[in-house]
């Protein structure tokens, strides 16, 4: 039963992605760019996990790592001759190359990562509310930087010339990406002493463990997936720097908690269940029919359902829908079902 556990908490992720793209081929065009974003948020939320669920400490910041991994895809696959309509002020080293689809999306998962590590220097030493202070004062740093500096960022323009490349296929691939990186990453040395760290940062100090180290190898990685993520998104639909901001913060964060922040398997449900509610009640904003009755929700509708979720999940659930647990054939009824199909 142990040998197949692992393979079942890889597995059963990488199923629900599936399933997700799945649905993503029958449904109108239009609710399948609500199920290709769905998967976008999946390799959002997972990155989010790598670092949060495994280290138990706090982040706000970590869009920024979209932000920049989107910003990084955006300006380098954009065409050379609609830069600088989009980005007059850009510089001119960043104005004169462009890049395929692929690579873009390598070098915002690497941007990502770099900038990522040069945040954790200072900030891995801290936890607790410190951490997620200093973490919200990165998203702060990022986000006026990105809308205000127009020789690196697009200021107040959108990305609207960028190739809109992501669809099911690549955000699909990308989620069981995002989800191997954290798989393999929770059951490596790294992963299992951040782990430690996170149960009992005292205990894991006094065997040796390097806390500051070993948060600072897991912020790295999981900023080099969120700016993966980022590429992924900026491909999918034209963004400004408000599209990776507050809301995108609140609503991927709410994802990792109502699914469960400390597990891969209740970060994926979260990603998708959420984004499910979420969809529907942006379409419902601006009107549609369910069952024959008209519904039409105010403006903003969507955040209040979603933040009232997340209150009610951390009263009556505080470890998420899945109990922060991985899915595993441990328990009775799932033993007595491996022995049926054993014989």
Known sequence: MRR???????????AVIAATALVGTIVSSSTETYVVNALVNVSIVVALYLFIGNSGVLSFGHISFVAVGAWTAG????????????????????????????????LAAAVGGIYAFFVGLPLMRLSGLAAGIATFGVLEITHNVLRYWEKIGPGLNTFSAVPETTGLLQAALGAVLAVAVAFAYRRSRFGRLLSATREDVAAA???????????????VLSGALAGFAGGLYVHLLPLNTESVYLNLTFLTLAMLVIGGATSLWGAVVGAI????????????????????????LPA????????????????????????????????????????????
């Open 4 to 14: 197949i556990d692992p393979v079942v908490q890889l597995l059963a992720p990488v």
């Open 75 to 106: 300006v380098l696959s954009m065409p050379v001759d609609e830069k600088p309509a989009i980005m007059p002020n850009l510089a001119g080293f960043l104005t004169d190359h462009t890049v395929g689809n692929i690579p873009s999306l390598a």
């Open 205 to 219: 100090r006094a065997v040796g463990v390097s806390v500051y180290r070993q948060r600072l190898i897991a912020f």
């Open 273 to 296: 269940a959420v984004s499910a509610v979420d969809s529907f009640l942006a379409e419902a904003e601006n009107g549609i029919r369910v069952f024959g009755w008209s519904l039409d």
């Open 300 to 343: 903003g509708t969507r955040i209040v359902v979603v933040g009232a979720l997340m209150a009610l999940v951390l009263i009556l659930r505080p470890a998420g829908l899945t109990g922060g647990r991985e899915l595993s054939l441990r328990g009775a009824g799932a033993r007595r079902l491996l022995t049926k199909f054993a014989r």
